[in-house]
């Protein structure tokens, strides 16, 4: 009986057009015809077009898999190997574009206008994960902070980055030492580094009043990712981001008390100047 040419095609899942050209080919002419001369497969056929399909997936051109449909037992064994090879060397060579491809959306994301190479001498052990710029991004893309932010963070020179890392490293060093020392986190010293933090974010990214700079600081103890991006982990103490949260709201506290009495003193004057 054998099948047609749109029959195999159907349950091969390749065209017509493909059967047509490894007849012409000479790779798979179909065992039969018809009376009026269509192509009829047989079983026999449809099993060589399976080992053809086989080496068609592994990337081998069509004259390797004649010459290995021609003598199997002498040269399959040796393509197989080579094609092992190959295809391990590329897979080499694509995870390596994969880690380029990535490293190139982290630098789009993050905003940071440097070389991996730049990127790695400048930040050293500070590591902005990928996982953390995608949801960031999704969180405050509405927040004009936050535009602004990457903005700035896109313009900033290697030189701008070395300044800014080293004025991390100093603060990070002043931080670390008073959780250390015991320092209360609603004490002076602790509430003061809390506010040098805000200051630089001011400088380096956007206005952050005390109110943003409280959102910040909650992201830093509830994300460990957010927080490596100011204590790498190897620096990391148990408690820190949360005492570094704490020393934050304590500064927020102490601007609003420090805004109340010149409103105060404002309206007093007001109301003096009005009698």
């Given at each position: 009986m054998g099948y047609t040419v749109g029959q195999v095609s159907a349950f091969a899942g390749v065209t017509v057009r493909t059967l047509h050209h490894y007849d012409k080919a000479g790779l798979l002419s179909p065992g039969d015809r018809s009376r009026a001369g269509y192509r009829r497969y047989d079983d026999a056929d449809l099993a060589r077009l399976q080992q053809i399909l086989f080496y068609r997936e592994l990337g081998f051109p069509l004259d390797a898999i004649a010459e290995i449909l021609a003598n199997p037992q002498a040269s399959a064994l040796e393509h197989l190997r080579t094609r092992q090879r190959q295809l391990t060397e590329e897979i080499t060579r694509l995870q390596r574009l994969a880690e380029v491809a990535e490293r190139a959306i982290e630098v789009q994301q993050t905003g940071v206008s440097l070389t991996p190479e730049e990127r790695f001498e400048v930040f050293g052990e500070v590591a902005f994960d990928l996982t953390y710029a995608t949801d960031a991004q999704a969180k405050w893309r509405?927040?004009?902070?936050?535009?602004?932010?990457?903005?700035?963070?896109?313009?900033?020179?290697?030189?701008?980055?070395?300044?800014?890392?080293?004025?991390?490293?100093?603060?990070?060093?002043?931080?670390?030492?008073?959780?250390?020392?015991?320092?209360?986190?609603?004490?002076?010293?602790?509430?003061?580094?809390?506010?040098?933090?805000?200051?630089?974010?001011?400088?380096?990214?956007?206005?952050?009043?005390?109110?943003?700079?409280?959102?910040?600081?909650?992201?830093?103890?509830?994300?460990?990712?957010?927080?490596?991006?100011?204590?790498?982990?190897?620096?990391?103490?148990?408690?820190?981001?949360?005492?570094?949260?704490?020393?934050?709201?304590?500064?927020?506290?102490?601007?609003?008390?420090?805004?109340?009495?010149?409103?105060?003193d404002h309206v007093s004057r007001i109301t003096y100047e009005e009698h």
């Open positions: 509405d927040s004009n902070g936050h535009r602004e932010a990457m903005a700035r963070a896109s313009a900033h020179t290697k030189e701008d980055w070395r300044r800014l890392m080293a004025e991390a490293a100093a603060w990070r060093a002043d931080l670390l030492a008073a959780h250390d020392d015991g320092d209360p986190a609603d004490g002076e010293r602790a509430m003061d580094i809390a506010e040098e933090h805000r200051l630089h974010v001011s400088r380096w990214f956007t206005p952050c009043p005390p109110q943003m700079h409280r959102r910040i600081a909650d992201d830093f103890a509830a994300d460990p990712r957010a927080f490596a991006l100011v204590v790498p982990p190897s620096q990391q103490r148990p408690g820190l981001a949360a005492y570094l949260a704490r020393a934050v709201r304590a500064n927020a506290l102490r601007h609003i008390h420090v805004e109340e009495p010149r409103i105060t």
